[in-house]
């Protein structure tokens, strides 16, 4: 996170890049709770979705979709370590019903798989059954991907379905035996110390190296 927050800004004639560069110091003051820190870059944010490139030289690029992805997780994250369990999964569920609307392009125009988001609030917050959905819609689009394998096996041990459990586990480790990171749940971006059966919060992703 000290090189995200040490990135210098883009310069002013790329707005996507600036939109980008606040997202991901969204991300990163809410990794070190610096919660009013990373409000002001979502705010930030927003503003720069403005930008008339968007609505006239960019118009026809997915860009100002993926800031809305962008907005719509620092937003979710925000809301859950302030406590907003009900406000977190009402914008990331707005966020996968954007992403679910995208055109299929390979790689993915984003880069981050928003259910694997959805998921990992849902388990933090005491709700491991919704979790669980969220997950195994996540692995029809992207399937046995190590991220949402990892959730759904903790959503399994929260609700005390412990063989299931054990077998997710083992389609997890297949899938992760070559990975380079260690998961605490599936996008870890920050420790969340009342976190029901999962620690960490960590940002994942699509692959696994």
């Given at each position: 996170w000290?090189?995200?927050?040490?990135?210098?800004?883009?310069?002013?004639?790329?707005?996507?890049a600036?939109?980008?560069?606040?997202?991901?110091?969204?991300?990163?003051?809410?990794?070190?709770?610096?919660?009013?820190?990373?409000?002001?870059?979502?705010?930030?944010?927003?503003?720069?979705?403005?930008?008339?490139?968007?609505?006239?030289?960019?118009?026809?690029?997915?860009?100002?979709?993926?800031?809305?992805?962008?907005?719509?997780t620092v937003?979710?994250?925000?809301?859950?370590?302030?406590?907003?369990?009900?406000?977190?999964?009402?914008?990331?569920?707005?966020?996968?019903?954007?992403?679910?609307?995208?055109?299929?392009?390979?790689?993915?125009?984003?880069?981050?798989?928003?259910r694997?988001?959805?998921?990992?609030?849902?388990?933090?917050?005491?709700?491991p059954?919704?979790?669980?959905?969220?997950?195994?819609?996540?692995?029809?689009?992207f399937?046995?991907?190590?991220?949402?394998?990892?959730?759904?096996?903790?959503?399994?041990k929260?609700?005390?379905r412990?063989?299931?459990?054990?077998?997710?586990?083992?389609r997890?480790?297949?899938?992760?035996?070559?990975?380079?990171?260690?998961?605490?749940?599936?996008?870890?971006?920050?420790?969340?110390?009342?976190?029901?059966?999962?620690?960490?919060?960590?940002h994942?992703?699509?692959?696994?190296?």
């Amino acid at each position: 996170w000290q090189d995200v927050l040490t990135e210098p800004k883009p310069p002013a004639n790329q707005p996507y890049a600036i939109g980008v560069w606040h997202y991901s110091r969204g991300l990163g003051f809410i990794a070190r709770d610096q919660l009013d820190r990373a409000a002001a870059e979502l705010a930030a944010l927003k503003a720069v979705m403005q930008h008339e490139a968007f609505r006239t030289t960019l118009k026809d690029l997915p860009l100002l979709t993926n800031l809305q992805l962008a907005s719509r997780t620092v937003e979710g994250e925000l809301l859950a370590a302030r406590g907003d369990a009900e406000g977190a999964v009402r914008v990331l569920k707005e966020a996968v019903a954007i992403e679910d609307a995208l055109p299929y392009s390979e790689p993915p125009v984003w880069h981050q798989p928003l259910r694997q988001v959805l998921g990992a609030i849902l388990l933090q917050v005491g709700r491991p059954a919704e979790a669980e959905t969220a997950y195994r819609e996540d692995l029809k689009t992207f399937r046995e991907n190590g991220w949402s394998l990892f959730g759904l096996a903790e959503t399994l041990k929260a609700q005390a379905r412990l063989e299931e459990a054990a077998e997710v586990t083992r389609r997890f480790e297949r899938a992760w035996a070559r990975a380079d990171t260690t998961l605490t749940s599936s996008p870890i971006l920050r420790d969340y110390v009342d976190a029901p059966a999962s620690g960490g919060h960590v940002h994942g992703g699509r692959s696994a190296a």
